[in-house]
């Protein structure tokens, strides 16, 4: 009986192990941004369509981060390049977020001459007023607790104090100027896997899914080394989207 009761402790410590939910506090310092890597971060992004057999709509993602100070505050400044397959659609989009925390402070983007730009603190967020032509002047978004920039999540996923499988981290998230409020996000790490690369070498990564619904989910892999995510690949809509980190990063000789 002694040793039945042992196993059935053993069986329930792991099972609440596996099962562990660690819910991330922005203010309290929970995302270790020392992990984050300062310079050029570049990505291929592609959809295929499996019903047409069909790849397509290309583009290559810079995503230049920095360490900064900015008024006597230390911040991570995240300047991003979007060069799609039409021109028409190339998107600029900078950020300033705390560099302890990754609390947001500032975002700004830029698409086909529109201006979006706004301001973060614990209350809120809003449109910038220093910012001209910006066409989200007016918005204003109340907050019970301290939200992350989810225009910021490649960056935010390389700072997770992932340890093993089976955790599951509960993330605030909200998307400057979107039609959603700030929202709880369930990521869970479903297991590891080498990614295969040059000359027969492989990169031992991290799988980490987010379920948006029934029918559309992700699955990031990110390296247990440099802790930057490699890879993702997204389903919806009967079709994938694809995000692949280039491992050797080119630099535009123009922006």
Known sequence: MKYVLILLAIVVTSTYCYAQI????????????????????????????????????????????????????DVIEIEQYWYMSDTLFNRYVYSLSDKKTFSPIFHKTKMRGAVEAFDFDQQKVSGSDSVENNVKKDL????????????????????????????????????????????????????????????????????????????????FWISKKSKEVLKMQEYFRGGFRYKVKFLTPIPMTTK
Not at 44 to 53: D, H, R, S
Not at 59 to 73: A, D, E, Y
Not at 195 to 215: A, E, G, P, R, T
């Open 140 to 219: 204003d978004v109340s907050l019970t607790e301290v939200t992350l920039n989810w225009e910021l999540d490649l960056e935010i996923f390389s700072t997770l104090p992932i340890k093993k499988e089976g955790q599951r981290f509960i993330v605030n998230f909200y998307h400057p100027g979107g039609k959603s409020n700030p929202k709880y996000y369930e990521y869970a790490i479903i297991g590891s896997e080498k990614l295969d690369i040059v000359n027969s070498s492989s990169i031992d990564c991290w799988k980490m899914k987010i379920d948006y619904s029934q029918d559309a989910w992700a699955i």
């Open 22 to 73: 660690d819910t991330i506090r922005i203010e309290k310092g929970d995302l270790v941004t020392s992990d984050l890597k300062p310079g050029l971060h570049q990505y291929l992004v592609y959809f295929e369509n499996p019903a047409k057999k069909r790849l397509g709509n290309s583009s290559i993602w810079n995503r230049q981060v920095n360490f900064k100070k900015i008024g006597g505050r």
